[in-house]
C-alpha cells in the first residue's frame, strides 16, 4: 500500500527500480510525458496501463527482483522482498535531510547550481551569460521564495504542498520555486499558475514538458474565475498589475490559504477618488498624491486582511535598485475575523471621502456583515 500510494502521486512519484539480490540486473519503471508508465528492462522497453504496473512487477519479483526502491521527491521506500517461507517483508522509510541556512548575503540558488532551469526559462542565455535587466529579475525571485521558505518549513501540512501563482506572466516565480521546493527542500508540491495571456501560457506548457515538470498546472483564466478542491497553502502574486492584485487577495480569502505573499504594482484605482481629504495641501503636488494613493490602497488591502483573520507584515523584499515596486504583502491566517482592523478600514475610507477598492467589492459577504 505505500509503494501504491507514491506510486498513484505523480507529482512526487520519480522513479521505481528493482533488483535482483545479486545485482546482476535491475528494472525501472517512469512515467511518461503522455502520463503512461514505462518499463525499462534488459528485455527492452514497454509502455503498459496504471493499473497493470503491479502485476509486471509482481512478475518481476517472480523471477528473483526482490530488491524495490520507490524513489520520490518527499522521501524513498525500500521493500525487501523474501523468498517464500521466509521472514517477513521489510519495508523502511528515507527521508532526506532538509535543513537549510537561510543567508541573506547569498542567492538561496546559487545560478550555477540551476542553470538548465534557467535557459529553459531564459534568464540564462545559451552560452550562460546573464544580462543585467535578468540579474535584477533574479535577485527579486531569489529574495521572494527567502519568504516562502519559512512558511514551507512552519506549514501544518506535512504532505503536499498547493501553491497558486495569480498573474504569474511568463511564469519565472513559480519555475523556480518548484525547483527550489523539489530539489533543495524534497517536498511534495504542486503548482496552479494563472493568468490571461493565452500565448504565454502556452509557451509555460511547453517549458513545463521541456523541464518534466508535471507537477505544475497553467491556466489561461481571470483569477477571480479561478476554481479547485485542493487546500491551497500559499498564494503568491509578483506584481500582478493594479486590481490583479486584489483578486489575488480576494481568491486566496475566499480558498482560506494559510499564507499569502502579494508584491502589488500600479495601483492606479484610487488616485482618481482623492478629491477631498486633510492631506489636499500635500497632495495638490502629482507625485505627492500618487503616492499616497499607492499607501492608501495597500493600506486598505491590508486592513481588509486583517479583517478577515490574517497577521500581516509589511517590509520591501529588496532594495529599490532591482524594482521600485519593492512592497511585500506577507499574511498567514490565524483567526476567522478581526473587527478592530475592519473598524480601522471603515474609519480609513471615511477620512478620504469613502474611497473603495475593487478587493472591497469582490468581498461582499464581508462588509454586509460588518455591522
Same mark, same amino acid.
Given at each position: 500500500?505505500?509503494?501504491?500510494?507514491?506510486?498513484?502521486?505523480?507529482?512526487?512519484?520519480?522513479?521505481?527500480?528493482?533488483?535482483?539480490?545479486?545485482?546482476?540486473?535491475?528494472?525501472?519503471? =517512469?512515467?511518461?510525458?503522455?502520463?503512461?508508465?514505462?518499463?525499462?528492462?534488459?528485455?527492452?522497453?514497454?509502455?503498459?496501463?496504471?493499473?497493470?504496473?503491479?502485476?509486471?512487477?509482481?512478475?518481476?519479483?517472480?523471477?528473483?527482483?526482490?530488491? =524495490?526502491?520507490?524513489?520520490?521527491?518527499?522521501?524513498?521506500?525500500?521493500?525487501?522482498?523474501?523468498?517464500?517461507?521466509?521472514?517477513?517483508?521489510?519495508?523502511?522509510?528515507?527521508?532526506?535531510?532538509?535543513?537549510?541556512?537561510?543567508?541573506?548575503?547569498?542567492?538561496?540558488?546559487? =545560478?550555477?547550481?540551476?542553470?538548465?532551469?534557467?535557459?529553459?526559462?531564459?534568464?540564462?542565455?545559451?552560452?550562460?551569460?546573464?544580462?543585467?535587466?535578468?540579474?535584477?529579475?533574479?535577485?527579486?525571485?531569489?529574495?521572494?521564495?527567502?519568504?516562502?521558505?519559512?512558511?514551507?518549513?512552519?506549514?501544518?501540512?506535512?504532505?503536499?504542498?498547493?501553491?497558486?501563482?495569480?498573474?504569474?506572466?511568463?511564469?519565472?516565480?513559480?519555475?523556480?520555486?518548484?525547483?527550489?521546493?523539489?530539489?533543495?527542500?524534497?517536498?511534495?508540491?504542486?503548482?496552479?499558475?494563472?493568468?490571461?495571456?493565452?500565448?504565454?501560457?502556452?509557451?509555460?506548457?511547453?517549458?513545463?514538458?521541456?523541464?518534466?515538470?508535471?507537477?505544475?498546472?497553467?491556466?489561461?483564466?481571470?483569477?477571480?474565475?479561478?476554481?479547485?478542491?485542493?487546500?491551497?497553502?500559499?498564494?503568491?502574486?509578483?506584481?500582478?498589475?493594479?486590481?490583479?492584485?486584489?483578486?489575488?487577495?480576494?481568491?486566496?480569502?475566499?480558498?482560506?490559504?494559510?499564507?499569502?505573499?502579494?508584491?502589488?504594482?500600479?495601483?492606479?484605482?484610487?488616485?482618481?477618488?482623492?478629491?477631498?481629504?486633510?492631506?489636499?495641501?500635500?497632495?495638490?503636488?502629482?507625485?505627492?498624491?500618487?503616492?499616497?494613493?499607492?499607501?492608501?490602497?495597500?493600506?486598505?488591502?491590508?486592513?481588509?486582511?486583517?479583517?478577515?483573520?490574517?497577521?500581516?507584515?509589511?517590509?520591501?523584499?529588496?532594495?529599490?535598485?532591482?524594482?521600485?515596486?519593492?512592497?511585500? =504583502?506577507?499574511?498567514?491566517?490565524?483567526?476567522?475575523?478581526?473587527?478592530?482592523?475592519?473598524?480601522?478600514?471603515?474609519?480609513?475610507?471615511?477620512?478620504?471621502?469613502?474611497?473603495?477598492?475593487?478587493?472591497?467589492?469582490?468581498?461582499?459577504?464581508?462588509?454586509?456583515?460588518?455591522?
Amino acid at each position: 500500500m505505500a509503494m501504491l500510494n507514491k506510486i498513484n502521486d505523480k507529482d512526487d512519484f520519480i522513479k521505481l527500480n528493482l533488483k535482483k539480490y545479486n545485482g546482476t540486473e535491475e528494472v525501472d519503471f =517512469i512515467r511518461d510525458s503522455m502520463g503512461y508508465m514505462v518499463c525499462k528492462s534488459s528485455e527492452g522497453c514497454s509502455q503498459l496501463q496504471e493499473d497493470k504496473v503491479f502485476d509486471r512487477i509482481e512478475s518481476f519479483i517472480q523471477k528473483g527482483f526482490r530488491n =524495490i526502491i520507490c524513489q520520490c521527491w518527499s522521501g524513498d521506500v525500500h521493500i525487501q522482498v523474501p523468498d517464500e517461507g521466509h521472514s517477513k517483508l521489510k519495508i523502511t522509510y528515507n527521508k532526506p535531510n532538509t535543513e537549510l541556512n537561510i543567508d541573506n548575503t547569498r542567492n538561496l540558488i546559487e =545560478i550555477g547550481e540551476a542553470s538548465d532551469l534557467l535557459k529553459s526559462i531564459e534568464i540564462m542565455s545559451n552560452d550562460g551569460y546573464i544580462s543585467a535587466d535578468m540579474q535584477r529579475k533574479y535577485v527579486q525571485i531569489d529574495n521572494f521564495i527567502k519568504l516562502v521558505y519559512p512558511m514551507l518549513v512552519k506549514s501544518t501540512q506535512k504532505g503536499k504542498i498547493f501553491i497558486l501563482d495569480c498573474g504569474s506572466g511568463k511564469s519565472y516565480l513559480s519555475f523556480v520555486m518548484n525547483y527550489f521546493i523539489r530539489e533543495k527542500l524534497r517536498r511534495n508540491c504542486h503548482f496552479y499558475c494563472i493568468d490571461t495571456n493565452q500565448d504565454i501560457m502556452e509557451k509555460c506548457l511547453w517549458i513545463r514538458d521541456e523541464l518534466g515538470y508535471d507537477n505544475m498546472e497553467f491556466h489561461t483564466n481571470k483569477i477571480r474565475d479561478f476554481q479547485t478542491h485542493e487546500k491551497i497553502d500559499i498564494v503568491c502574486s509578483l506584481h500582478a498589475c493594479d486590481t490583479a492584485s486584489d483578486e489575488a487577495i480576494a481568491k486566496g480569502i475566499k480558498l482560506m490559504a494559510q499564507f499569502m505573499l502579494i508584491v502589488p504594482c500600479c495601483q492606479s484605482e484610487v488616485i482618481n477618488q482623492l478629491t477631498s481629504h486633510p492631506l489636499k495641501a500635500i497632495t495638490r503636488h502629482g507625485v505627492y498624491n500618487a503616492r499616497l494613493a499607492d499607501i492608501l490602497t495597500d493600506g486598505l488591502r491590508t486592513l481588509i486582511l486583517e479583517a478577515t483573520g490574517y497577521k500581516v507584515r509589511v517590509k520591501e523584499y529588496v532594495s529599490p535598485i532591482y524594482t521600485p515596486k519593492n512592497i511585500i =504583502i506577507q499574511a498567514e491566517k490565524i483567526q476567522n475575523k478581526n473587527k478592530m482592523a475592519m473598524k480601522q478600514y471603515m474609519e480609513l475610507k471615511a477620512t478620504f471621502s469613502n474611497i473603495s477598492i475593487e478587493l472591497e467589492r469582490m468581498l461582499p459577504e464581508l462588509f454586509s456583515s460588518s455591522d
